[in-house]
Structure formats: C-alpha cells, structure tokens
C-alpha cells in the first residue's frame, strides 16, 4: 500500500486480514459480523453500516477518514435489496439469506446487477465486480467447467411508453452471459408483453413486475401486472403479432391470473451444456 | 448513434426514402408517424431503409403495415435491407406477403 494513493476499504480489509493471517471467516467473527456480509465487503458488493465504522478502522489501525477516504458510502444499495426482495415476494418466490457458497455467488451477481440497473453502480464498475466475483468463485469452487452462474433480476417498471425499452435491456443485461439469439428473442417478446400493458393502460402509474430467470436449461422471463389479464389468448386479431411471435420464438409460454393479478411467463430453452456457445 | 428522444430515429434520405435508426417500439410509433406525414408520396410509393434498425417488435411491425395500408394505391412499401434478426422478424409474421409490402434484400 504505498502513500499517497487512495485505497479502497475492501483492499484494506484483504490486506489487514492477510496481513494477521486470517480467515474470511475468523475476521468476520473478529468483527462481529456474519460471514456473508464480511464477504461482501470485501468483493465491494456491499458496504459496513456506521454503527460498524468504530471498530473496523480500530481493526484496520487507520482513521475512519482514512478508511473512509475511497468510498461512497450508499445507504441505498440496501433499499434496493428490499425492492429485490419485495419484487420477488409478489410473484411468489424467497428472498432468502443464503448460507450455502454457491448461493452467495449468486446473490453477489445478482446484487451488483440489481445496483447497476438501478444506477447505484456504473456500467464499468459493475463489469469490474463481476468479473471480480466470477475469478474468486473459480478459484474458490474449483470447478473449471463453470461457464456462468444462474441469474435472476427482478425489476419494478412503470407503465409506460420507456417501459418496453427498460424490460429489453433488463433482459440483456441479464443474458449478458448466455446465446445471443435467446436473448433476442426475449427482448422481442418481453418488449410485446410490456407494451399491452403499457398501451392498454387507464390506470396512471400502474406498474408492471418483470422477472428475468436464467439457468443452464432455459431462460425464464415473468411479467406481472395487477388488473385483468392481457389480451393474448381470446381472438386472435389478424393485426396482432404478438400471439404469432410467442408462440415461433418461446418454447412455451402461458398467461395465468395470480393474486396480485395477471402473470405472463415465457420460456425459451437453451443450448445444452457441453455444446459450447455457438456465437457471441 | 446520435442520442435521441425515444428509441428510434427517422432521416429523410430522399423525397421516397426514410432510414430508420435505432430501435422501433411503442416509444417510436408517433415518430415514425410523424415523419412519414412529411413525405408527399405520388404514385412512386415509399421505401423504408432497415439497414441501422436493431430492434422491431409488434409496435413497428403495426405501424408499418398501417403505413403501407395507407398508401392506399399510390405504390408500394418497399422495406429495403433489414438485419438478419430483423429479416427473420417480418419473415416470421408474414409480411412479405402482406398486400402492398415488399421486402428487398440488398447483398
């Protein structure tokens, strides 16, 4: 560390701990906090609340300034977990605290994802972390053959006509990792999905939940909206493209009502593992 | 590519020809629309250059069809050299058989 220079607070937590020889998990205990969180400290995927400040820079043997110097401390980043959570609560699926490894890889993706759509993060920096995360999980789990981890992103939008645009790149930041084609299709087809309801809105600030799921067999994309269910499986006008589309570029997809009111999910299935990506 | 209001940005190329740039959605349809008021089309038609359109869904796919149903005699609708996604879209709805549509792939 030489002077001078400004340095981060995770770097300074690696090298304090390395420097006394230390676990991840013996200095979290060190520093009473869970593990988890000590981990995410030090990925820069999240930042130690004040009430920790005191005893960190007592830890590190620096000022709180001086520790303090390289960060912006965001005290949104964790409202925006909350409205992760609270995204994925509505269409019925956990949030939960993960103590196994590979979910807290997870989490750390999905978390940098989260603060970069919503702007706490720059493009650059959230590339940088995530590259970051993926380099320590192959060190860590070994496993070579990991090519990329399942992601999940939900999103809150608002009705209207920027909402078809704000669900594409939603999905193409989530796909970021996986074929081109697939995420195409989806950004087609989630463009559609938005744009009913976006159109047929009478409601003002009526919101529309976007799910991106991704794993190794397919990509999942949910929208969810409150009010009746969107016009894709009465008659099929003529003039309406969207059924026709759905239904030649998802490999299965159905509208249903659910207690919050109408969910829209597709699927589009993806290249198997072991055949290798076939273009970028 | 210039950042415009929207998604999608519509050039005049020549008294027939609009290029469109960019991504053709909901947000896009009023200016597409707009710009296609301001051609006054004799018997010639009109040709929409798709070569710098990334991105078309339903929205774009509606507007262009009422565009070329109000042509209403006065030529065709020529849509000139779409992306291979873009292509594999109007393929996929049909509307190179659509009346008063043609789809023109340049090599």
């Given at each position: 560390m030489s002077n001078g220079q400004v340095v981060s607070l995770a770097q300074r937590l690696k090298a304090r701990r390395e420097e006394l020889g230390l676990s991840q998990a013996q200095a979290a205990r060190e520093l009473d906090v869970a593990r988890t969180a000590y981990r995410l400290w030090e990925l820069e995927a999240a930042k130690p609340q004040p009430d920790r400040w005191r005893l960190i820079s007592r830890w590190l043997g620096v000022s709180i300034t001086t520790m303090l110097l390289a960060e912006e401390l965001d005290e949104e980043l964790p409202e925006g977990a909350d409205l992760?959570?609270?995204?994925?609560?509505?269409?019925?699926?956990?949030?939960?605290?993960?103590?196994?490894?590979?979910?807290?890889?997870?989490?750390?993706?999905?978390?940098?994802?989260?603060?970069?759509?919503?702007?706490?993060?720059?493009?650059?920096?959230a590339q940088e972390l995530l590259s970051t995360v993926s380099r320590i999980e192959q060190e860590q789990g070994g496993s070579d053959?990991?090519?990329?981890?399942?992601?999940?992103?939900?999103?809150?939008?608002?009705?209207?006509?920027?909402?078809?645009?704000?669900?594409?790149?939603?999905?193409?930041?989530?796909?970021?990792?996986?074929?081109?084609?697939?995420?195409?299709?989806a950004q087609l087809l989630v463009s559609d999905l938005v744009t009913n309801i976006a159109h047929g809105n009478s409601v003002n600030n009526r919101t529309i939940g976007l799910l991106v799921d991704i794993d190794r067999a397919r990509l999942r994309v949910e929208v969810t909206t409150a009010g009746e269910p969107l016009a894709l499986s009465g008659p099929q006008d003529p003039g309406e493209y969207g059924p026709t589309l759905?239904?030649?570029?998802?490999?299965?997809w159905e509208t249903t009502r659910v207690a919050a009111g109408t969910l829209t999910w597709f699927e589009i299935d993806l290249p198997q593992p072991g055949a290798k990506p076939e273009r970028r | 590519?210039?950042?415009?209001?929207?998604?999608?940005?519509?050039?005049?190329?020549?008294?027939?020809?609009?290029?469109?740039v960019g991504e053709f959605d909901l947000?896009?349809?009023?200016?597409?629309?707009?710009?296609?008021?301001?051609?006054?089309?004799?018997?010639?038609?009109?040709?929409?250059?798709?070569?710098?359109?990334?991105?078309?869904?339903?929205?774009?796919?509606?507007?262009?069809?009422?565009?070329?149903?109000?042509?209403?005699?006065?030529?065709?609708?020529?849509?000139?050299?779409?992306?291979?996604?873009?292509?594999?879209?109007?393929d996929i709805v049909h509307l190179d058989q659509h009346a008063g549509i043609e789809i023109r792939r340049v090599p």
């Open positions: 992760v959570s609270e995204a994925f609560e509505r269409v019925g699926r956990e949030w939960d605290d993960p103590t196994d490894p590979a979910d807290f890889f997870l989490r750390a993706h999905n978390l940098i994802r989260e603060g970069s759509e919503k702007g706490f993060l720059s493009t650059e920096h053959s990991v090519e990329w981890e399942p992601t999940k992103l939900a999103k809150e939008l608002r009705a209207n006509a920027q909402a078809p645009k704000a669900a594409r790149d939603a999905v193409g930041f989530a796909g970021s990792d996986i074929s081109a084609d697939a995420v195409q299709s759905l239904e030649r570029l998802s490999s299965r | 590519m210039k950042e415009v209001p929207g998604t999608l940005e519509v050039i005049r190329v020549d008294a027939q020809t609009l290029r469109l947000a896009a349809v009023g200016v597409f629309e707009g710009a296609v008021e301001q051609m006054s089309v004799d018997g010639g038609g009109l040709t929409l250059d798709l070569s710098e359109l990334s991105f078309l869904d339903s929205s774009g796919i509606k507007a262009i069809v009422a565009c070329a149903k109000a042509l209403d005699g006065r030529g065709v609708l020529v849509l000139v050299n779409p992306s291979k996604w873009v292509a594999s879209v109007l």
